[in-house]
């Protein structure tokens, strides 16, 4: 008896032993009911295994979140309150807080807003990709000049941790491209070469294949188990202990939705403990009519 109750799940074999005669009509009608709550209790089973990995994938994501989020808060209300006081005091004995311990305060204020933004913004972006909502704004742009500019503006932060950051780029490579998205990818993979890349060099490359444009980014850090190399792009999903690395496991999901956007693929190879090489390949003309009408921009009345 096929079990099968929203699709084929398997077969129900039935054999007689004792007596050599075929089934009859009201045994075959009793079999049939029989595979059918068979199928309907391995599909609500299915079901519910799913439903509670949900619930517990979303218990934890909010956990991390939380945590994540008032990561930046910590320091960033010290700095405020300590400059509060410091006002204070200062101003009882009729004097003014010195300008370069206010440009320090706003120095660490500014960078921590920074910090949450970005959180902030990864979130709104799932939830855009979740609604469908993610919208392109298609220009010409040279790949070997966004990877470039993203380089130049890490190129601080690399120097700071010591890191060599360097950029294999030839010739430009022309494509039509949503400029932020592209940067966004760009910015995601290089960040997690210099967050997971143990401080060793990071290179970026950028070439033609035909109507292809690749950019790669390789890193010599902890690198990626075989087992989680396909787990990582997918939602909230993480490969390290969030005790020694923050992070909501969301970089690579939105990176892999914006580059299928663009109709391209992004994958990684890695050998442990010896780095990681993420792949992106685009195409360089338009992005593929099925995606368009997929993704296509609901009425206004849904907001953020
Ligand atoms: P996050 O860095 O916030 O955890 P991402 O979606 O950017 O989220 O990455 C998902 C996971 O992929 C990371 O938690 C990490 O385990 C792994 N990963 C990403 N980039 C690298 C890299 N360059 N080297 C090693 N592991 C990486």
Same mark, same amino acid.
């Given at each position: 008896?096929?079990?099968?109750?929203?699709?084929?799940? =398997?077969? #129900?074999?039935?054999?007689?032993?004792?007596?050599?005669?075929?089934?009859?009509?009201?045994? &075959?009608?009793?079999?049939?009911?029989?595979? !059918?709550?068979?199928?309907?209790?391995?599909?609500?089973?299915?079901?519910?295994?799913?439903?509670?990995?949900?619930?517990?994938?979303?218990?934890?994501?909010?956990?991390?979140?939380? !945590?994540?989020?008032?990561?930046?808060?910590? /320091?960033?209300?010290?700095?405020?309150?300590?400059?509060?006081?410091?006002? @204070?005091?200062?101003?009882?004995?009729?004097?003014?807080?010195?300008?370069?311990?206010?440009?320090?305060?706003?120095?660490?204020?500014?960078?921590?807003?920074?910090?949450?933004?970005?959180?902030?913004?990864?979130?709104?972006?799932?939830?855009?990709?979740?609604?469908?909502?993610?919208?392109? &704004?298609?220009?010409? #742009?040279?790949?070997?000049? @966004?990877?470039?500019?993203?380089?130049?503006?890490?190129?601080?932060?690399?120097?700071?941790?010591?890191?060599?950051? =360097?950029?294999?780029?030839?010739? /430009?490579?022309?494509?039509?491209?949503?400029?932020?998205?592209?940067?966004?990818?760009?910015?995601?993979?290089?960040?997690?070469?210099?967050?997971?890349?143990?401080?060793?060099?990071?290179? @970026? =490359?950028?070439?033609?294949?035909?109507?292809?444009?690749?950019?790669?980014?390789?890193? !010599?850090?902890?690198?990626?188990?075989?087992?989680?190399?396909?787990?990582?792009?997918?939602?909230?999903?993480?490969?390290?202990?969030?005790? !020694?690395?923050?992070?909501?496991?969301? =970089?690579?999901?939105?990176?892999?939705?914006?580059? &299928?956007?663009?109709?391209?693929?992004?994958?990684? #190879?890695?050998?442990?403990?010896?780095?990681?090489?993420?792949?992106?390949?685009?195409?360089?003309?338009?992005? /593929?009519?099925?995606?368009?009408?997929?993704?296509?921009?609901?009425?206004?009345?849904?907001?953020?």
């Amino acid at each position: 008896m096929p079990l099968g109750a929203r699709g084929m799940l =398997g077969a #129900l074999l039935l054999l007689r032993s004792s007596v050599p005669r075929a089934f009859g009509a009201e045994e &075959e009608h009793f079999l049939t009911e029989l595979a !059918h709550r068979t199928a309907l209790y391995l599909e609500n089973a299915r079901l519910y295994r799913e439903a509670r990995e949900a619930v517990r994938q979303r218990d934890e994501f909010l956990g991390i979140a939380s !945590h994540e989020l008032k990561t930046p808060l910590t /320091p960033l209300s010290l700095k405020v309150q300590l400059l509060q006081k410091q006002v @204070v005091v200062l101003a009882r004995e009729g004097k003014q807080v010195p300008t370069e311990r206010v440009a320090e305060a706003l120095d660490v204020v500014q960078r921590q807003v920074r910090r949450l933004s970005g959180l902030v913004d990864n979130l709104l972006d799932v939830s855009r990709i979740t609604a469908g909502r993610l919208r392109l &704004e298609l220009e010409e #742009l040279d790949l070997a000049s @966004v990877a470039a500019e993203i380089l130049y503006r890490f190129s601080a932060a690399a120097a700071q941790a010591g890191t060599e950051l =360097g950029l294999e780029a030839p010739v /430009p490579v022309v494509g039509r491209w949503d400029r932020l998205r592209l940067e966004q990818v760009v910015t995601n993979l290089v960040s997690n070469a210099l967050k997971y890349g143990a401080g060793q060099p990071v290179i @970026v =490359g950028v070439e033609a294949h035909g109507s292809l444009a690749r950019l790669t980014v390789k890193d !010599h850090g902890i690198g990626i188990a075989p087992d989680d190399l396909a787990r990582i792009f997918e939602r909230f999903e993480r490969a390290v202990s969030d005790r !020694h690395y923050g992070g909501l496991g969301l =970089g690579l999901y939105i990176t892999r939705q914006i580059v &299928e956007a663009f109709g391209g693929k992004v994958s990684a #190879l890695s050998t442990p403990g010896q780095g990681a090489t993420f792949i992106l390949e685009l195409p360089r003309g338009d992005i /593929p009519e099925e995606w368009l009408s997929a993704h296509a921009a609901p009425g206004p009345t849904q907001g953020e």
